[in-house]
């Protein structure tokens, strides 16, 4: 049962000062302004708590009325991973796009606008860029969320995103370290496990975040995964040979360390929340992330009050409570001070702010003046194959949907029918998946499909084709009776390319599904 602390000394200070949980509705809740008197010195939105632009605002005026140098945190990738725009998907590529764009000047520009845009709706904090290697092509929770599987691209793009970000005065966070790329399980279910030598972690997974480490960011988000080369005990959320050792020492990282969500299942079934809470802050981490899933007070109050009685059983050492707390705080100094940096009139400050500086994009001459930066990226991305030509008339958009992982969610729309509704009037769709489908179901899913189209061309539009074999069976035979079908596939790029054409988008961003939509209507 948990004892209700209702002191504000120092040590629940500390406590509470480390914890930057989420919470219900699109308001706070007076439990949230309470705890922010009390020493709470973050909090994290999530999709839940977002609706327009003005009511973010709203909500963070509401918050810094109680702490003006409150953290307010989110997990804002762009592309398929948005907070910001979680109802109608978002206004930027990820990074699997900008990666294969190899433009830093664009990732930075891309960045930038984001961190703008975060900026004005008084989110100070985000849980950005994924720094990850994306090395197993089968990878169920990273894949377009990484800039690629080449190490030296991703570093460039990991530095390059840092600093677009951090210019408009929004705090990075490099994740998920040290590398959740070459992993086959998502760590939001279970435990996974990296067995690699150190070289191969040296050249392949740890050169993103030295990058990130070298250009400043302000944060590092640890991952729930098991290296036995580095510790063979613990995951790297809960080692101090990795938060201590290698990310501190030998990386000479000095900023605010942040764990992955603490109710993700691979701490949870393995250590419970809130004694893998007190023992990632005693392994070096500075913050906690939680409220992802569990967002109310009593989990708030059981995480305070675990930190409190490890401190007191001699588990967790209260110099690093205090020393945790003191990085979180500095790290919302920071905030303040580029945020009055940002102000009319005010001389600059530490770190770069809003407006300060200016992108030139290299390559860019089919920048149209007025491109939003998003939209640029994402036709740059776009690579098509195939020898079919565009469609004057109205087609069947037949969207082939896998299960969206936890991290993406599912209540983010996705897809090409939208825009080329718009640009095609008369386009109409359907959504098909995995449900009742083996081997002998094919026939009957692909029959669905021509059934509803009639003799309208379909575009079939898939997402990591190469990871669902259902998929790919009944996009098969599906050509197989409809030769001229067009494919667009927006996840990670690996199977062979098919159809009469064949449009990678390298994401499935709002953005990417336009740009998609713009080639097969011939407005490219």
């Known amino acids: 049962m948990t004892t209700l602390l209702t002191g504000t000394d120092t040590l629940t200070r500390d406590a509470l000062a480390v914890l ?6 699109d308001t706070a809740p007076d439990w949230v302004l309470r705890r922010i008197g009390e020493g709470l010195s973050s909090v994290a939105l999530f999709g839940r708590n977002i609706r327009t632009p003005e009511q973010i605002s709203a909500l963070t005026a509401q918050l810094r009325a109680e702490r003006d140098d409150l953290l307010v945190a989110i997990d804002e990738e762009g592309g398929d991973v948005t907070r910001l725009e979680v109802r109608h998907g978002s206004s930027f590529p990820g990074n699997y796009a900008l990666g294969t764009v190899d433009d830093l000047d664009l990732t930075r520009a891309v960045a930038r606008e984001l961190g703008r845009r975060l900026a004005a709706c008084g ?8 720094a990850d290697v994306n090395s197993n092509r089968n990878n169920p929770v990273i894949g377009v969320r990484s800039f690629g599987a080449d190490p030296d691209l991703v570093a460039r793009h990991t530095a390059a995103y840092v600093d677009g970000l951090q210019s408009a005065g929004v705090a990075a966070c490099a994740k998920h370290f040290p590398g959740h790329g070459d992993t086959a399980v998502d760590s939001h279910h279970a435990m996974p496990r990296i067995d690699v030598d150190l070289d191969t972690l040296h050249a392949r997974d740890l050169l993103p975040f030295r990058a990130a480490v070298a250009a400043g ?3 590092v988000m640890s991952a729930h995964i098991l290296l036995p080369a580095l510790d063979p005990n613990r995951p790297a959320t809960l080692s101090p040979q990795i938060l201590l050792g290698l990310l501190r020492e030998e990386l000479g990282f000095d900023g605010l360390i942040v764990t992955d969500g603490m109710d993700m299942e691979a701490i949870v079934a393995t250590y419970g929340i809130e004694r893998g809470t007190a023992l990632a802050i005693a392994a ?29 059983d001699g588990e967790l050492p209260e110099e690093r409570l205090a020393d945790a707390a003191a990085r979180v705080r500095a790290l919302a100094d920071w905030t303040v001070r580029v945020r009055g940096a940002a102000e009319p009139g005010a001389d600059s400050q530490e770190g770069t ?24 990226a994402a036709r740059r991305a776009v690579r098509v194959t195939g020898t079919g030509k565009p469609l004057d008339e109205a087609p069947y958009v037949a969207a082939f949907t896998p299960m969206a992982n936890i991290a993406v969610g599912d209540e983010t729309p996705w897809g090409v029918a939208p825009e080329l509704e718009r640009l095609l009037p008369g386009t109409e769709t359907g959504a098909y998946n995995s449900a009742g489908i083996d081997g002998t179901d094919t026939a009957a899913l692909t029959g669905k499909v021509l059934a509803a189209a009639g003799d309208r061309v379909i575009v079939a539009v898939v997402r990591d084709l190469h990871r669902h074999a259902w998929m790919a069976d009944a996009l098969d035979a599906l050509l197989a009776a ?8 927006m996840g990670v790029n690996e199977a062979e390319p098919r159809g009469a054409l064949h449009i ?21």
């Open 123 to 130: 989110v100070n904090f985000n849980w950005a860029p994924s």
């Open 20 to 25: 930057q949980p989420g919470f219900a509705g």
């Open 217 to 219: 960011s302000k944060a």
């Open 284 to 312: 070096g981490a500075d913050a906690i992330c939680v409220g992802g899933g569990p967002s109310d007070e009593g989990t708030v109050l059981r995480l305070r009050d675990a930190l409190v009685a490890a401190v007191r």
């Open 482 to 489: 409809r030769p001229t079908t067009v494919v667009v596939e």
């Open 353 to 376: 702010a809003p407006g300060t500086t200016s992108v030139t994009l290299s390559g860019s001459s089919d920048v149209a003046a007025d491109a939003p930066v998003g939209l640029v």
């Open 504 to 524: 990678a988008t390298h994401g499935a961003a709002r953005v990417c599904g336009t740009a998609a939509a713009e080639v097969i209507a011939g407005r490219a």
